[in-house]
Nanobody, 113 residues
C-alpha cells in the first residue's frame, strides 16, 4: 500500500489549495478514504471522509462549507479542495485508508499572511 500526498504549500488567509493523494498497491475503488490533519502542538484530527463511490461524504464541523473531499477511481486519487483557508487550518494533512490502517507521508499546509 502506498499513499502519496501532494498540493500543500503556503497560502494567504482566504486562499485556496487542492490536495491530492495518489494511491497504489490496493484496489482503491473498494475502500473508503479519509483526510486527517495535525496542527502544531495538536492531536491528529479527522477532517473528511468519502465512501467508495464518492456518494457519501462527511466533514469535521470546523471545515464544513469550506472543504470538499472527492475521488477519482480511475486515477486512484482522492482530493481535498480547501477554500476560505484560515490560519487555524495550518497543519500537516494526511490521507488514510481505514480498513488497511495505512497513512501517507503527509503534506504541509501553512496559512499565513
Amino acid at each position: 500500500v502506498q499513499l502519496v500526498e501532494s498540493g500543500g504549500g503556503l497560502v494567504q488567509p482566504g486562499g485556496s489549495l487542492r490536495l491530492s493523494c495518489a494511491a497504489s498497491g490496493f484496489t482503491f475503488s473498494t475502500y473508503d478514504m479519509r483526510w486527517f490533519r495535525q496542527g502544531p502542538g495538536k492531536e491528529r484530527e479527522l477532517v473528511a471522509t468519502i465512501s467508495t463511490a464518492g456518494s457519501s461524504t462527511n466533514y469535521a464541523d470546523s471545515v464544513k462549507g469550506r472543504f470538499t473531499i472527492s475521488r477519482d477511481n480511475v486515477k486512484n486519487t482522492v482530493y481535498l479542495q480547501m477554500n476560505s483557508l484560515k490560519p487555524e487550518d495550518t497543519a500537516v494533512y494526511y490521507c488514510f485508508v481505514p480498513l488497511l490502517a495505512s497513512w501517507g507521508q503527509g503534506t504541509q499546509v501553512t496559512v499565513s499572511s
